[in-house]
């Protein structure tokens, strides 16, 4: 079972939902923003390996609690997780110890939620993410107020991470709502590379980023919502 273990606390604030008001929020928005390292693009016969970065913030007006968080890469992208050094520990292994898959860190992430976002003073939860290679996944380690780990599927062009459901909602009645991640991406092996170029169109690569939400208690104004940005190539 897949566990995750919040820090002293969580009980308090639960108690604090006690006679809270729902009120109706505004429609929910995300503002994505991606770099890559080098810009100049590879070719499909020479894919060119890159750094990547994204950012995700979420509107906090809209007190969402995200179950899910997919990039859509174009043609110009390659991700993929063939030729790398992947990591099988399970889930309770990384937890306890993500150096048993040490030769499959890719980067580095942080993340930010508040805990009970309806009540008068949600509290602040913080973490270090740690992103490792798996088999046809990222898997993000993640640290902090809560410590879990979630997989993000790779299927083609598109990477779909799954929020687990002790990370929505924490103890019983008491939800998260996502603030903002960050992450750093990179992992190579020979001439095999995680995330890699393989062209270039218009000056520029295309991401879209698309953060499903879960209800808290009552399902959200918009069951999604999406932004598309690009990222620079020459």
Same mark, same amino acid.
């Given at each position: 079972?897949?566990?995750?273990?919040?820090?002293?606390?969580?009980?308090?604030?639960?108690?604090?939902? /006690?006679?809270?008001?729902?009120?109706?929020?505004?429609?929910?928005?995300?503002?994505?923003?991606?770099?890559?390292?080098?810009?100049?693009?590879?070719? +499909?016969?020479?894919?060119?390996?890159?750094?990547? @970065?994204?950012?995700?913030?979420?509107?906090?007006?809209?007190?969402?609690?995200?179950?899910?968080?997919?990039?859509?890469?174009?043609?110009?992208?390659?991700?993929? /997780?063939?030729?790398?050094?992947?990591? /099988?520990?399970?889930?309770?292994?990384?937890?306890?110890?993500?150096?048993?898959?040490?030769?499959?860190?890719?980067?580095?992430?942080?993340?930010?939620?508040?805990?009970?976002?309806?009540?008068?003073?949600?509290?602040?939860?913080?973490?270090?993410?740690?992103?490792?290679?798996?088999?046809?996944?990222?898997?993000?380690?993640?640290?902090?107020?809560?410590?879990?780990?979630?997989?993000?599927?790779?299927?083609?062009?598109?990477?779909?991470?799954?929020?687990?459901?002790?990370?929505?909602?924490?103890?019983?009645?008491?939800?998260?709502?996502? @603030?903002?991640?960050?992450?750093?991406?990179? +992992?190579?092996?020979?001439?095999?590379?995680?995330?890699?170029?393989?062209?270039?169109?218009?000056?520029?690569?295309?991401? +879209?980023?698309?953060?499903?939400?879960?209800?808290?208690?009552?399902?959200?104004?918009?069951?999604?919502?999406?932004?598309?940005?690009?990222?620079?190539?020459?």
């Amino acid at each position: 079972m897949r566990k995750s273990f919040l820090v002293a606390g969580v009980a308090a604030l639960a108690l604090g939902t /006690t006679g809270v008001a729902f009120a109706q929020n505004p429609d929910p928005s995300i503002e994505a923003s991606v770099t890559a390292s080098p810009t100049k693009a590879g070719t +499909k016969s020479k894919p060119k390996g890159v750094t990547f @970065n994204l950012a995700v913030v979420n509107d906090p007006a809209s007190k969402t609690t995200a179950k899910s968080i997919e990039v859509t890469f174009p043609s110009t992208v390659k991700l993929s /997780t063939k030729g790398l050094d992947q990591c /099988t520990a399970t889930d309770e292994a990384l937890i306890a110890d993500p150096t048993v898959c040490k030769k499959s860190y890719a980067g580095t992430g942080k993340a930010s939620a508040l805990l009970n976002p309806h009540a008068a003073a949600p509290g602040p939860l913080s973490f270090n993410v740690l992103p490792i290679v798996g088999k046809n996944e990222l898997i993000f380690v993640l640290s902090g107020s809560a410590n879990a780990v979630l997989h993000g599927k790779i299927k083609g062009s598109k990477m779909t991470i799954a929020i687990t459901p002790q990370l929505q909602q924490p103890v019983p009645q008491v939800y998260s709502a996502l @603030n903002k991640l960050s992450t750093k991406l990179k +992992k190579s092996k020979g001439s095999n590379n995680l995330i890699s170029t393989v062209g270039c169109k218009s000056k520029k690569h295309t991401i +879209k980023v698309t953060v499903g939400y879960a209800p808290n208690p009552d399902a959200p104004t918009k069951p999604s919502a999406s932004d598309s940005v690009d990222m620079k190539c020459s």
